[in-house]
């Protein structure tokens, strides 16, 4: 019988920005942030749901001062390049909001016991002048072709920055092989609530295509997802290969009591279903500053296919 899982509902309490890694051997594994900004956890299971009920081990924690002390954020696992690796972002305690993009690296055959060392911030290639330098976050990678792609949002401009969403090659687990590309900027009203936010992607494909999506403006009731898609075949490097939603496809539902569902990652059931991994909150109201209230829950919702387009929504129960 396939395993019963809880959707849109809190799955995993207190864990922002969900990251669900289902490995070649069937093993699930489960990363996110954790309220305090200060550590990488990670959970295995040998079924998704069982990641609810999983031990929580710590694999690293922030340094006490300097770089990686501070703000330690949105980390993902991947196996790549013939060992594992988690991304993530971190600040320093002196600077809380000089985020940057970090590397860590397992060679371990299990990420659960062996040991991790610091790769440090992710390299730009030579000739970029621009990546890296500015606030910058939300890093996942995705293969196709046989290339490794890099996306990533980083602020850019003065005064009340602007976050946008960037793709390039990747040379190495931990070195970019060709300059930042922008993907998506916040062009709609949806995407600039509080802050003018493209953040945290995610790909799923299907069909030939990838669907690229990520989540837009503040973190309260307004967050949301959006979408790009490109055709595998095209050339991901050039910005007129994506097309972006007018809309958001999955946004806040006060009728469900969820609010800002976003900074979703992808995985698949027992059954090899498509599985959406979000976070949102389930109070409308958010008390004290939204970026240190704990109350963003790990939740699934399966993925309904509309000839191989992903529809989002609280109905594909």
């Known amino acids: 019988m396939s395993e019963q899982l809880i959707f849109n509902r809190p799955w995993i309490m207190q864990r922002a920005d969900p990251y669900v890694l289902r490995h070649t051997d069937g093993k699930y594994y489960f990363t996110a942030s ?4 200060d550590r990488i956890v990670l959970r295995c ?13 710590t694999l690293w924690i922030c340094h006490e001062s300097g770089a990686m002390s501070k703000h330690i954020w949105a980390p993902e696992l991947h196996f790549v390049f013939g060992k594992w690796y988690i991304y993530f972002a971190g600040g320093e305690k002196n600077d809380p909001w000089k985020i940057r993009p970090y590397v860590l ?19 730009c290639s030579e000739d970029d002048e621009f990546s890296f330098r500015a606030f910058s976050l939300d890093a996942t990678i995705f293969e196709n072709g046989g290339s490794h792609y890099y996306v990533w949002a980083e602020k850019v401009g003065v005064g009340k920055q602007i976050s946008n969403l960037y793709i390039a090659r990747m040379k190495d687990a931990h070195t970019l092989d060709t300059v930042q590309v922008l993907l998506t900027t916040p062009d709609y009203d949806w995407e600039r609530h509080g802050f003018w936010v493209n953040e ?39 910005p ?22 976003g900074h979703n990652s992808f995985t698949v059931d027992a059954d090899g279903n498509d599985i959406l991994v979000f976070h949102a909150r389930t109070e409308a109201e958010i008390e004290g500053d939204p970026l240190y209230n704990p109350n963003r829950h790990a939740m699934l919702m399966p993925i309904r296919w509309n000839n191989d387009r992903p529809v989002f929504g609280f109905d594909n129960i």
């Open 34 to 37: 954790v309220p305090a900004y």
């Open 45 to 57: 299971s040998d079924t998704l749901g069982g990641l609810a009920e999983a031990e929580e081990k």
């Open 105 to 123: 690296e397992c060679s371990g055959d299990d990420p659960m016991t062996g040991e991790w060392r610091e790769l440090g911030m992710m390299k």
């Open 200 to 238: 945290g992607p995610a790909v799923i494909k299907r069909g030939g295509m990838i669907y690229l999506t990520y989540s837009a403006s503040d973190t309260g009731a307004a967050y949301c997802m959006g979408m790009l898609t490109a055709s595998e075949d095209s050339d991901l490097l050039d």
């Open 240 to 261: 007129q290969s994506w097309s972006k939603e007018r809309f958001p496809v999955l946004k806040t539902d006060a009728d469900r009591g969820i609010y800002g569902p």
